[in-house]
Every structure is written in structure tokens, then in C-alpha cells.
């Protein structure tokens, strides 16, 4: 097994192990680069299905090359979608700050999604390597009643025992692809050949390396406009992959702000 | 620059354990900076925010990016980087030193293949150095990688490391474990971690970068036997497919399994793919597989696949050297839920051999182990448990203790000396790995057309318990089932002819009930109990004899309703005082918290209950036709 044979494996192993534990779970698929990879890796955990509904969670403000590859891979993958419509900018705490205050209503709609559907558990496509909040995360991520996160009292987790159980009126989170970097997201599409949103690659000197919403979301300078380039640029980058988005860098914490009361 | 050499890096996983305050994080933080890992604007965020604290720039905040971490200038919750070399790639591992986050240090070291310990080169070992260095001996660890730090503290003095190199040696020396080289370092300003140090000239050695080159990953175990636990079974299409991880061994189409505990053999059919067009015909250790099957035999989560030349053990005891990581310590007696790979058990703490004192290694006898301490002791399980010994097969050998929602301990298996327990002969390993083999349960429920297990009726006197399960008797029996009812007349009339009405004697008539019914059950026969069995606890530990197979049925009706029918005139007796402890009356009725099915007598006719069982009772116990 090479090195993307065995994140794979453990990737697939967290995945059935979300599906074994939990009736009432979905996947988010933001239509990025990671979810498109978790839901590939979803349908070789399931021998080409994907067995529970995958949500996208509608800010209105995505772009628009994001929205049609939403339709056309949906029928192609023969998911189960679902779209929920994120609430108004108006009914998030104006005490916020604005992007983090924008990115909240992602939150909102997901917390409302749970309460109507009482989900167990919500598979989420987030790494280590993005973002170093999440570099703090378990595998299996208890949320309270009110999806907060307490990264202080988490979980023990080791030797890939993960706690299943539920406090009544929590969820969990999963999060498959913790152990990925970019650059093995990037090898993984290479070798797999995984559909993607055509704004990762680079047209008049830009490209996306994380997507979001439009008005909250920056291109970085590139010439990669093949997915081979885009892996030789990350071998030499000295840029974040997050720099283009706004609302990790408001503030000091703004992000981890925003993951404490439930973001992804 | 091609696909394949950048993928063909192997990851190597390293953690870093060591005191409080000796300079993991900082030292991680600086190595990203000197391998070009830091970003741009990370470096900017992370003057800022030194700044801003009135600090020099702090190479710990690029991984302590939680405010509280850094407000009190210490980790709390463990975390990872990702470094590249031109040669290899790694995962470092940083963990909290303080003794209120040992949980989180197990979280992040367990999954490591190498280990630094790092010393304060002015502090020396201190007792999170001890409790660490413990910790990894304990995850098998038998040798570590020792990093001196803080060497411009000490003026970078050649006798100082000297010292402290004598007193690192001694401690992993008692412990078994070899440094595999004894580096100094001064995280802070980057000497000796990538670059050869100018203010050391004294040391020839290698930097720490050269010398992580020589470190491997851990081999996976593809030379063991193979070891498969079942994960879970898919049917989402015409195929019935088995999916687990290999654990251990390999396997190819043909070869022949055996599935323990319920030891039936089979072949492998074939091995399933998706987005593959070429078969798949072998798959080894780390592989997480799916395969089919050539007969349809009974197999659920927690089974484990193995060559039936080289199974694994199966017993009902084991000892254990285990890490307590919960308030509430460990006792005698006590239960928890075992899981190891996806095998799920009851275990009680039979024998609390000695506990380990981790900073000076001696060990004590003990009734108890508390919080962050590590102990042997001898585990019962209620069901036949298949494992290997952790010195032959660490994947199979290690598993962790659920209290409930919580991880309590992680634990190693051993399975020597345990004769010298006195454990009778029919409780070892080797009385057990033979017994049981011949017939199966899995054969007796083929052969009786249905699955067996336990009804395990509870509610009030009156509430129609007896009515119930006779009238399932009859019909199950006139279809052909193999069923039988246990109730207080065929059980107190001789087998608890001895017990009276004492809460003692009650406690003693459930349990015998619980014995028995186990064994109807492994018989193969449905067995349909009928006792009142008010209390939770003593219907837990019937619950705990044979999980699998118990099913908690909670006969609801209202006691108004119940003494209304009082079909023996007990209620009346009662009331009268002429009955004492009399459940509903004198004494209570705990209602049963998660019961697999709840009728209610009162709501619904007799007949509509009866309905009500018998779609469930087809449900959980017929047996899918074969195909």
C-alpha cells in the first residue's frame, strides 16, 4: 500500500464505522474539492452507493459554476440530495464580525437541519492541515445541544475507538478526512480522476484554492491550470491555502469563534 | 516531477511527549518554520499576535491556536502538523506535558510509529518526563528518540548535556527502553534541529532533521496470521457483502475462513470493488475489504474472520495491563464494555493484580486504580472473546474500556500465567479454543429453522406477562418453533425451591433465571421469560450473560389497571399487609429504560400485543432464506 492507499483505507474504515453506528446521519458536501473527495471515498466505502442524504447548505452567494456542477453531479452520482437555504444575514448576531457574522448562516441552517431531521451525526469533509482549529479536532467530534464544540474537554480517542454514544439532544461530527493534507487531496484526484468545480483552475493569472461564497471568497495568483500544475505549485507555495477566505482572518479567533458555536 | 514519487513518500508519524514547559510545541513550531512550512502569512499572524502579548516571536502559537492555549502559554488539546523533506514526509504529533490533559497525550501518541522525549537541558527529568516516557513504554514503544532542549539556557555546555544525558539513560533504562541517539537542541533559536548548531561545536552528531531520516513506519503486520473483524454486513444490491479491515495476514479469493465465536467455516467467493475494473483477487493487512462469501452462514459486526489453520485465541478470561484514564476509579467486580477492533464485550474486573507507580516504577498491591495510573489485572468476559496476546499481534491485543459514554482505559492483552490464578480448567484458553467447535449455534439454528435468544419479559404483577408468553408458546410451537417459558412455576417450584421472598432471595431467583435462560438460549430454543424482575440492575445482569441474544420486553400497564385485574388476589393480600415487599405496593418497579419492544395491556387488546411480539419476534429471529 502506498501513501494514498492507506489514508484511503482509514478514510473508508471512519466512513463505515459513521454508517454502522448512526440510523440518522448526512454528509455536507459544500461542493468543494474535500467533499467531492469524501463522497468518492463514500462510494468505495459502499460499493457505489452513497447510503445516506448529502446536504448542501445554500448560501445563495456561491458561484454559479458551483451551483450546475451541484445539479449534474447529483444525477450522475445518484445521491440523495438535499438543499436547505441558509437563513437572512438579519437573523445572525449582529455583534459578528461581518464575514464571520456571513459564514455563520452556513451554521444556522445546518443546527436547524438537525433539529428538524434529529440527525445522530453529520459527516464533515474538514482537514487537519487547512486550518489549525481544526488541526485540534477528533475523528468522531461530540457537539452539545447546541452544537457547540468544547475543544478542551474532548473525547479520548486511540487505536481508531471512537465514542458513539449519544448524550440525548447532541450530535456528532465525522470527520473522514482529517488525516488529509491538500497536497494528498490533490494526488488523490490526480490519480482517481474526481470531477471538480472548474474555478480551482487557474484562467488570466487566478485561481481558487478554497471555495466559498462569492462575496467572501479571494482567487490567489496562479498559473495552474491543469491539476498536475496545481500539484507542482503546492510543492513550492509559501500562501495558505484559506488565505482567499475572509473569515478566518478578521481576527485573531474569529474562526475559532465560529467552529465554538458550531461551524464546520 | 512526476505522480508517483511524491506518492511513494511514506508518512512517518512522530509524537513529541515530555514535561510541561520543556518546549514541545515551540520546537515544532520552529521546525515548520526552518523546512519552509510556515506560511507567509502565518509568520505574520504569529508576530502579531507575540506582539501583541508583549512576547519575542513564540513558535509554539502556530499550534497553539486556541486562545485559551495561549493566554496561559501551555497546550491543552493535541494536535498535528504535516512536514515534508525532500525524502519523507511527516506527521508531528504535538501533545499537552500537563498532567491534567494525559488523556489527550494518549489520543495524540497512540497512533505514532516513532517517539521524541524532550528534556529541559536546565529542569532535567521531571515527572511528566516520567509519566510520558511510561506512557510510551506502555504503548510498546521500546525505544525513543531523546531530544535535550534549551541548551542556550545552559550556555550550550558540553557537561550539562553529559549530565542529563546519565540521568535519561538511567530512567529508560528501567523502563527497557534504547534512545536510539541523544540530541541537543535549542528549539528557540533553531540550533540543532535542522542546521548543524554554531554554538555547539563540541557535538558531531546528527541534527534532529538527519536523524528522523532513519526512522520507518511501523511494517503493517502482513507475516501474522490473518485476523479480520467484521465491521459491518451490505445488502444494498443482489450481493451480500462482508466488510472489515484486514488487521493482520492476507487473504485471496478461495481461501477458507473460520468466523469465531460461532466458529463456522467458509470460503472466500470473491473480493468486491468499486471503480475497479480489473478482479480483485488478494488483499493483505490495512486493507479495508469487502468480500463475499460461497455459504450464507450467520455473521454479525464483532465476528472475526481468520484461516481456520491459525485462529485466534478465544477465551473468557485475560489479563490486562491497562492505562485508567477516568475520576471514577477502577474496582473489583465492577463491569465495562471491552471493544476491540469492532468486538464488543461485558467485562467484569475479576483480579486487580498490582498497580504501577510511574515515577519511580515500583509496584504496589492495590483494590483500586486511579486516575493516570497503570495496572494489571485479570478480565472476565460473559461471552466468548477472540484476541490475541498484544506481544504477538498488537492489533488484536489492545483494546479500550467504555463506563458508559466514556473511554475509561486503554489496555494490552496477555494471556500468560493464567493457571497460577487458579482459573478451573473449563475457564482457560485451551479447554475453551476446543469446546464448542462441533456445534455451533449457527448449526442449531439451521437446523431448527429459526434463531434462538432470550424474551425477557418484565412488568407489574398482573400485567399480562404469563398470558402473554404462554399464548406465543402455543402458537410458536404449532409452527414449529423450539420454545419454552420460563415463570415462577416451573422455577420456584424446583430449581429455586430453596429461595423465599428476601431481596436477597429475589436478586438469587433472577439470576438462576438469567443462567438458565442463557443456556435455553445457546441450546438454540427461543426462551420467553416471565418474572416481574422489577429491578434495572438485576435485568443489566441477565442482559450482560448474552447481549446479543437478549431481548427486554416491557409489559406496560397501569398499576391502577393491575390491581383492578389482580387475577391471584395478590394485590389484595397486600393492601391488607399480609404480603411485605410486593412490587408496586410496598416495593418498586424500575421501568425499564430502553426496553427492545414495550406492549401496552392497558391500550391494546391481548390479542394486538400478541400481534405486536410476533412481528417482532419474526423480525429478529427468522433466518434469511438461502439463496
Known amino acids: 500500500?502506498?501513501?494514498?492507499?492507506?489514508?484511503?483505507?482509514?478514510?473508508?474504515?471512519i466512513l463505515r464505522e459513521a454508517f454502522n453506528k448512526f440510523n440518522r446521519l448526512v454528509m455536507l458536501w459544500s461542493l468543494g474539492k474535500d467533499s467531492n473527495v469524501m463522497l468518492w471515498l463514500a462510494k468505495k466505502a459502499f460499493f457505489g452507493h452513497v447510503p445516506c442524504p448529502v446536504l448542501f447548505c445554500d448560501t445563495g452567494k456561491k458561484f454559479p459554476e458551483m451551483y450546475s456542477f451541484q445539479k449534474k453531479y447529483t444525477r450522475e452520482w445518484d445521491l440523495d440530495f438535499i438543499r436547505r437555504e441558509c437563513p437572512p444575514i438579519e437573523e445572525i448576531d449582529p455583534a459578528l464580525p461581518p464575514s464571520v457574522r456571513s459564514a455563520s448562516r452556513k451554521t444556522e441552517a445546518l443546527k436547524r437541519l438537525i433539529d428538524e431531521l434529529e440527525l445522530q451525526a453529520v459527516v464533515v469533509g474538514i482537514r487537519r492541515d487547512e486550518e489549525s482549529t481544526r488541526a485540534k479536532e477528533r475523528v468522531f467530534s461530540p457537539r452539545g445541544e447546541n452544537a457547540e464544540w468544547d475543544f478542551r474537554d474532548q473525547p479520548p480517542e486511540f487505536w481508531d475507538h471512537f465514542r458513539t454514544e449519544l448524550l440525548p439532544g447532541t450530535h456528532i461530527r465525522i470527520h473522514p478526512l482529517l488525516h488529509w493534507t491538500e497536497l494528498d487531496v490533490w494526488l488523490y484526484i490526480q490519480r482517481e480522476s474526481i470531477p471538480l468545480v472548474p474555478l480551482y483552475f487557474a484562467r488570466d493569472g487566478k485561481r481558487y484554492r478554497s471555495l466559498g461564497d462569492m462575496d467572501i471568497t479571494k482567487p490567489v495568483n496562479s498559473k495552474a491550470d491543469t491539476v498536475e500544475k496545481i500539484i507542482t505549485e503546492l510543492l513550492t507555495t509559501k500562501v495558505a491555502e484559506r488565505t482567499g477566505r475572509m473569515m478566518d482572518h478578521e481576527t485573531e479567533d474569529a474562526f475559532e469563534m465560529l467552529r465554538s458555536v458550531g461551524y464546520m | 516531477m512526476t505522480t508517483i514519487s511524491i506518492s511513494n513518500i511514506e508518512q512517518i508519524k512522530l509524537v513529541i511527549a515530555g514535561h510541561v514547559d520543556h518546549g514541545k510545541s515551540t520546537m515544532i513550531g520552529r521546525i515548520m518554520q526552518d523546512t519552509g512550512k510556515l506560511h507567509?502569512?502565518?509568520?505574520?499572524?504569529?508576530?502579531?499576535?507575540?506582539?501583541r502579548r508583549g512576547m519575542p516571536l513564540e513558535w509554539a502559537f502556530a499550534l497553539d491556536a486556541m486562545r485559551a492555549e495561549r493566554e496561559q502559554g501551555i497546550t491543552i488539546q493535541t494536535t498535528q502538523v504535516f512536514i515534508r523533506t525532500a525524502t519523507k514526509s511527516y506527521v508531528i504529533i504535538d501533545v499537552p506535558g500537563h498532567k491534567e490533559f494525559i488523556n489527550n497525550m494518549i489520543s495524540g501518541a497512540a497512533s505514532a510509529d516513532a517517539a521524541i522525549l524532550l528534556v529541559d537541558a536546565k529542569e532535567g527529568v521531571q515527572d511528566q518526563t516520567r509519566v510520558h516516557g511510561y506512557i510510551l513504554h506502555w504503548l510498546g514503544f521500546d525505544s525513543v528518540l531523546v531530544v535535550i532542549n534549551k541548551m542556550d539556557l545552559v550556555n550550550y555546555s558540553k557537561n550539562r548535556f553529559d549530565e542529563i544525558t546519565i540521568q535519561v539513560n538511567k530512567h529508560l533504562e528501567k523502563m527497557g527502553i534504547i534512545p536510539t541517539d541523544i540530541l541537543p537542541v535549542s528549539a528557540l533559536y533553531g540550533d540543532g534541529l535542522v542546521h548543524k548548531s554554531q554554538n555547539m561545536p563540541w557535538?558531531?552528531?546528527?541534527?534532529?532533521?538527519?536523524?528522523?531520516?532513519?526512522v520507518l513506519p511501523k511494517p503493517m503486520p502482513m507475516e501474522l496470521p490473518l485476523r479480520l473483524p467484521i465491521q459491518d454486513i451490505y445488502t444494498f444490491d443482489e450481493r451480500r457483502i462482508i466488510v472489515g479491515r484486514i488487521e493482520s495476514g492476507k487473504l485471496k479469493v478461495g481461501d477458507t475462513l473460520m468466523f469465531a465465536p460461532s466458529n463456522a467455516i467458509t470460503k472466500i467467493r470473491?473480493?468486491?470493488?468499486?471503480?475497479t475494473n480489473l478482479p480483485v483477487l488478494a488483499a493483505s493487512s490495512g486493507q479495508c475489504v469487502g468480500i463475499t462469501l460461497e455459504d450464507h452462514i450467520f455473521l454479525e459486526r464483532g465476528f472475526l474472520a481468520s484461516h481456520n489453520t491459525d485462529p485466534a485465541l478465544q477465551t473468557y478470561f485475560f489479563r490486562a495491563r491497562i492505562f485508567w484514564l477516568a475520576d471514577t476509579p477502577l474496582e473489583l467486580g465492577r463491569r465495562y464494555k471491552l471493544k476491540l477492533t469492532t468486538i464488543e464485550r461485558i467485562v467484569e474486573v475479576y483480579k486487580i493484580e498490582k498497580v504501577i507507580d510511574v515515577f519511580d516504577l515500583s509496584e504496589h498491591s492495590t483494590s483500586r486504580i486511579e486516575?493516570?495510573?497503570?495496572g494489571e489485572v485479570v478480565l472476565h468476559a460473559r461471552a466468548v472473546l477472540s484476541l490475541d496476546e498484544f506481544t504477538f499481534n498488537p492489533r488484536l491485543g489492545r483494546f479500550v474500556l467504555f463506563d458508559g459514554y466514556d473511554i475509561v482505559a486503554g489496555g494490552l492483552v496477555f494471556t500468560d500465567k493464567l493457571q497460577e490464578l487458579g482459573l478451573t480448567s473449563s475457564q482457560s484458553l485451551q479447554q475453551i479454543s476446543t469446546v464448542g467447535s462441533y456445534v455451533t449455534i449457527d448449526n442449531r439454528w439451521r437446523a431448527n429453522g429459526h434463531k434462538s435468544g432470550i424474551l425477557w419479559l418484565t412488568g407489574l404483577s398482573g400485567s399480562g406477562k404469563s398470558t402473554l408468553a404462554l399464548a406465543l408458546e402455543n402458537i410458536l410451537f404449532r409452527k414449529g418453533w423450539q420454545v419454552f417459558v420460563l415463570d415462577g412455576d416451573n422455577i420456584r417450584s424446583g430449581l429455586s425451591a430453596d429461595l423465599g421472598y428476601s431481596p436477597a432471595d429475589r436478586y438469587e431467583n433472577i439470576r438462576r433465571v438469567g443462567e438458565i435462560a442463557s443456556l435455553?438460549?445457546?441450546?438454540?430454543v427461543l426462551v420467553i421469560t416471565s418474572f416481574i424482575s422489577p429491578y434495572r440492575s438485576d435485568r443489566a445482569r441477565a442482559r450482560a450473560l448474552?447481549?446479543?441474544?437478549?431481548?427486554?420486553?416491557y409489559v406496560n400497564a397501569s398499576l391502577d389497571t393491575c390491581k383492578k385485574r389482580d387475577p391471584k388476589g395478590l394485590y389484595k393480600k397486600a393492601n391488607k399487609g399480609e404480603i411485605i415487599e410486593f412490587t408496586g405496593i410496598s416495593s418498586p418497579y424500575e421501568i425499564p429504560a430502553s426496553p427492545e419492544l414495550e406492549v401496552n395491556t392497558c391500550k391494546q387488546s391481548i390479542n394486538q400485543s400478541i400481534e405486536k411480539m410476533l412481528s417482532y419476534i419474526q423480525e429478529k429471529f427468522s433466518i434469511e432464506s438461502d439463496k
Open chain 2, 520 to 524: 435455553f438460549a445457546n441450546a438454540g
Open chain 2, 546 to 553: 448474552i447481549p446479543t441474544l437478549f431481548h427486554e420486553i
Open chain 1, 1 to 13: 500500500m502506498d501513501h494514498l492507499d492507506c489514508i484511503e483505507a482509514h478514510s473508508i474504515y
Open chain 2, 270 to 275: 470473491s473480493i468486491e470493488a468499486w471503480g
Open chain 2, 371 to 374: 486516575r493516570n495510573m497503570i
Open chain 2, 40 to 51: 507567509d502569512d502565518k509568520i505574520a499572524l504569529l508576530k502579531a499576535i507575540s506582539k
Open chain 2, 203 to 214: 557535538f558531531t552528531g546528527h541534527t534532529l532533521m538527519s536523524s528522523l531520516e532513519t
